[in-house]
């Protein structure tokens, strides 16, 4: 019966364990971060300008229905809130549509691609427009009205396409909408 040498076996083999783990780390580093490490200035402000068109189609369109009606304020930006959120997850939800999927599938998607940038942009937006003195109470035909509410979505575009880059090289977000494509 022949004895073998365990001790050089062991050394081999440990060496090509540790290769083998340092490939393994970076395959599973890359499958973490969903091939989006590193996601550039350019992908998050084209997610941020997608959320931004529905977000302002949906905000608009609420604050002409709501001064039509002779609404006040507060029930104005709850509808002009409420159809940015629908215009600007229904964006989404068509592309992904397009792309295949399910009607519940497409919902989930654009719920976990749409609702962070979207509540970011919508707090900013909103804040701007309410601290800014008379906005609240300009009319559609004012200055003032548009200035508040066009500088509000420039501003929580800046603010929200930092964000839209964190979660996009995290793999959610907009990282969500890519993988349908």
Known sequence: MKVMDDSAHHTGTTHDHATHAGHHASADQAAHQGGHAGASWGTAAKATLHCLTGCAIGEILGMVIGTALLWGNVPTMVLAIGLAFLFGYSFTLFAVLRAGLNLRA???????????????????????????????DAHLADGLFWSALLGGFGVAFLITTPVNKWMIGRGKGHAVVHAHH
């Not at 989930?108 to 937006?125: G, H, N, R, W």
């Open 106 to 136: 497409a919902i989930k998607v654009a719920l976990a691609a749409d609702t962070v940038s979207i509540a970011v942009m919508e707090f900013v937006d909103n804040a701007i427009i309410a601290l800014t003195p008379g906005a609240m």
